[in-house]
């Protein structure tokens, strides 16, 4: 008879059926990309539900992206047809945060902790380098903190990691002194760093067996994609959770902790699928361990191994390509990913003079694409680096490409969000020193140093907190004028506290971060201060904080039942890793680390240059250079259809022009998979011939390619804009660049453009700042312009 999960192995290969349909303790899924990995999970989760041969709350399942953990969930629902409310679909992160939200107080924290991001922790680091004196033995703040975090992913804590140091020498010892500063502050603060989230989990469910045993018997299907990505305490986590529940624990020091007397075993422990691909392995320098995936027979014995080679993403060329350039890595296991699409379309390269002409070339490709039936949010653009998103921004505003930058948002980096957040900090974790010193003098109240040294000291004298030291405003011995601006700041933080954190276990209502945040932000004076000032950027700060404000709006509306506390880590979480909006119906901007996973019908891999593609600093690196080629194929591999290769001859950065060289990865592309629109060679001088779109923008003042010089100035004009300033991308519109706010256009008027010379409006479309033209050049065809900020003046 039909099994009941039948329809869920409809379409599967072979291999991809047992994937899903083998019961046994210990699963590893290990394939190039693109072949089914993450959508075989996804059917195994939906067909041990089917089956019933488990409860939803009794699945684990750990995804690389937050945005990843939202379709996974998604695909299983449509699977099975029934919302699997109790499953766990998240991040390590997020687990991590769940679990140490119910179980923190069993180790001096509370549920209502503070989670620091880097630039959080960076900022503590930074003070305790300077009060330990850290630079006189050569310790950096950057430095000092990718130690610790190295040591965190490795699960050492400063006691272990002084147990096996060359403690003769100095920095080494002042280095073990800020480790363990920086750990007791976090603690004080009642604050998990990201590192901490996953070290501490495995720290406590290894202090307290009782408690991981509650997770143990909970979780009896642990499935964990992007494999090839875990460091080592992520292994470890993994490992804690698929033991046997009342397994005696590995004895430990705990610090003075109680070690709980194990109860003798009574189930197995929980089947593990873990999916990877050595290949994508892309987080070496963040501990990642591709050891993982190889000693995975070893470390659970029995297990099954499938291999998945067929890969249903991309076409024959573009599979050649990422085929034929991980081969030059070595020590890697060869395996041949195959497709029955067929060859499907050229890969597409371009060189452009500068990063803007190799941004016009995106833009132009990918309005290209758009007229012949391409939504944008099936195209995406790869960067090696944040900063190369600038040039591409200013040109697609400039020709109306919609666009949206995924990943590792600014949003959450600004000052004025990072001052909002600071007061909710404040308000949910009193505890949190840093939240409340940040606040401080934000707006300026006349709180300087002196004062905030003063409510350190009485607090240190009178072991209270730094909260409870505000509230003591008359002891602190400051002058009237102060002392009427702190008593301020506290009836505000206690306020928006009364109404977001109400007492005796009466909930908040979901409208609550909403209105304590408004509250905050209002009766502090911060939006009065930003409305009075008639700096510019101060307009656009308003926008952010309104757009935080909306943030929390959607946060009530998704989470009825959400507190502070949920909206904290949420955005915590998220301002980690990924964006909280989707992109639909925008072209998505992102690093090359953003991309994994991830597929679009076409793609654009730009900067492909030596110093950026390979990066500069990979080097040194010892393996550096092969992950700069992990990078690069994942890049390739996101392709369904259209790949494009493109890269700069100048390049400009930090306000300096460099020339740059074509990246070696490109040579390993076997040639004839490439159609160049303009090859390093056209553009270099060593013939080939100028390219259609080159001539036709007008951009070719006189360079035959004759020239003997090979990156002679004379044959590379520079950019024609300056370098941008970030600080003048608010909004990410240029907003100095140009505001034709008011400038009256019709249909039949005539206008010149910087870069396209004269053309003809055909037609009007949208209004205010959002207003349209269509305008048809007379040397490049039609163009769409954002009239607000294009460059274009009425003839
Ligand atoms: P990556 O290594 O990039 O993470 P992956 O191995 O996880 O890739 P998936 O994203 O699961 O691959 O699948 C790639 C694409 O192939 C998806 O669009 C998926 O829907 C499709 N696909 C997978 N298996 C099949 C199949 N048997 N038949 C048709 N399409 C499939
Ligand atoms: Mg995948």
């Known amino acids: 008879e039909a099994r009941p999960d039948a329809d869920l192995l409809e379409g599967l290969n072979g291999p991809q059926r047992e994937a899903v349909t083998y019961r046994g303790q210990a699963l590893l899924i290990v394939a190039g990309a693109g072949s089914g990995k993450t959508s075989v999970l996804t059917r195994r989760i939906a067909s041990l539900l089917r089956t019933r041969e488990a409860y939803p709350s009794q699945i684990l399942a750990i995804t690389f992206t937050n945005k990843a953990a939202g379709e996974m969930r998604e695909r299983v629902h449509q699977l099975i047809g029934q919302r699997a409310d109790g499953m766990w679909i998240s991040t390590f992160h997020s687990a991590c945060v769940r679990i140490l939200r119910r179980e923190a107080q069993q180790f001096g924290f509370t549920k209502a902790f503070t989670i620091y991001d880097s630039g959080d922790s960076r900022a503590l680091i930074k003070r305790l380098v300077k009060e330990h004196e850290g630079d006189a033995f050569g310790l950096t703040p950057a430095g000092t903190q990718s130690r610790i975090s190295k040591l965190k992913n490795e699960l050492a804590d400063a006691e272990s990691y002084a147990r096996q140091a060359n403690t003769s020498d100095p920095a080494e010892r002042v280095f073990i002194e800020i480790f363990a500063a920086y750990q007791r502050e976090l603690q004080r603060a009642n604050a998990f760093d990201f590192d901490d989230l996953i070290a501490q989990t495995v720290y406590l469910f290894r202090a307290f067996p009782q408690v991981a045993d509650v997770y143990r018997k909970r979780f009896r299907h642990i499935l964990v994609d992007e494999y090839q990505d875990t460091n080592h305490a992520q292994y470890a986590l993994i490992h804690e959770l698929t033991r046997p529940p009342g397994s005696d624990a590995e004895p430990m020091s705990a610090g003075g902790m109680m070690i709980f007397e194990a109860e003798p075993a009574a189930e197995s422990g929980a089947s593990l699928t873990v999916v990877g691909d050595s290949d994508q392995s892309i987080y070496a320098f963040r501990g990642a361990d591709i050891r993982n995936i190889s000693e995975f027979e070893r470390d659970y014995p029995g297990a099954k191994v499938v291999l998945l080679e067929q890969n249903y993403r991309s076409t024959q060329n573009i599979l050649s390509a990422a085929n034929a350039v991980i081969s030059n890595n070595f020590d890697r296991k060869d395996k041949k990913l195959w497709t029955d699409v067929g060859a499907g379309d050229p890969i597409i390269g371009f060189t452009g003079y500068s990063q803007h002409d190799e941004a016009q070339f995106v833009a132009d490709e990918i309005e290209a694409l758009h007229r012949k039936g391409v939504d944008y949010a099936q195209m995406a653009v790869f960067y090696r680096t944040n900063s190369q998103s600038r040039a591409l921004e200013e040109i697609f505003i400039r020709s109306a490409v919609p666009y949206k930058i995924m990943g590792g948002t600014k949003f959450y980096e600004r000052a004025e969000i990072k001052d909002a957040l600071a007061y909710l900090v404040a308000v949910a974790n009193p505890a949190d020193e840093m939240a409340l010193r940040r606040i401080l003098n934000k707006p300026r109240r ?110 009530a509306r998704n989470n009825p039942d959400g507190t502070i506390i949920d909206f904290l880590t949420e955005v915590a979480l998220v301002a980690d890793a990924d964006d909280l909006d989707d992109a639909s119906g925008s072209v998505s901007l992102m690093t090359l680390h953003t991309a994994k996973g991830l597929e679009y019908d076409a793609v654009f891999l730009t900067g492909v240059e030596e110093d950026l593609l390979p990066h500069r600093i990979s080097a040194g690196e010892p393996g550096g250079p092969q992950e700069e080629r992990r990078l690069f194929y994942v890049g390739i591999t996101r392709a369904r259809k259209r790949l ?11 306000g300096e022009v460099t020339v740059a060289m074509p990246s070696r990865f490109l040579q390993e592309i076997p040639a004839d998979l490439i159609d160049w629109r303009q090859s390093p060679g056209d553009v270099n001088g060593r013939g080939g011939t100028q390219s259609r779109a080159l001539n036709a923008r007008g951009r070719r003042p006189g360079q035959g390619g004759t020239s003997g010089s090979r990156y002679g100035d004379d044959l590379v004009p520079l950019p024609k804009r300056a370098p941008a300033d970030p600080s003048k991308f608010p909004n990410r519109i240029p907003a100095k660049v140009r505001d034709n706010g008011d400038m009256e256009l019709a249909a039949g008027d005539r206008i010149r453009h910087d870069d396209f010379g004269e053309g003809r409006v055909d037609a009007i479309t949208g209004e205010g700042a959002k207003r349209v033209a269509h305008v048809r050049f007379d040397t490049v065809g039609a163009k769409k312009l954002l009239v607000k900020i294009a460059p274009i003046s009425k003839l």
């Open 446 to 555: 006349g709180i300087g140093d002196v004062t905030e040294t003063a409510i350190a000291r009485y607090a240190a004298e009178h072991g209270i907190t730094f909260r409870d030291a505000l509230a003591n405003s008359p002891q602190l011995g400051v002058g009237p004028k102060l002392q009427k601006a702190i008593d301020q700041l506290d009836a505000v933080l206690s306020e928006a506290s009364a109404l977001m954190l109400p007492a005796s276990g009466e909930l908040a209502p979901s409208t609550a971060v909403t209105e304590g945040l408004t509250l905050l932000l209002n009766k502090s004076g911060y939006f009065d201060a930003l409305r009075a000032s008639r700096d510019p950027q101060d307009e656009a700060r308003l926008e952010n904080l309104d757009e935080l404000v909306a943030v929390t709006r959607e946060f």
């Open 644 to 654: 494009h290769v493109s890269l700069a001859m100048t390049r400009a950065q930090f």
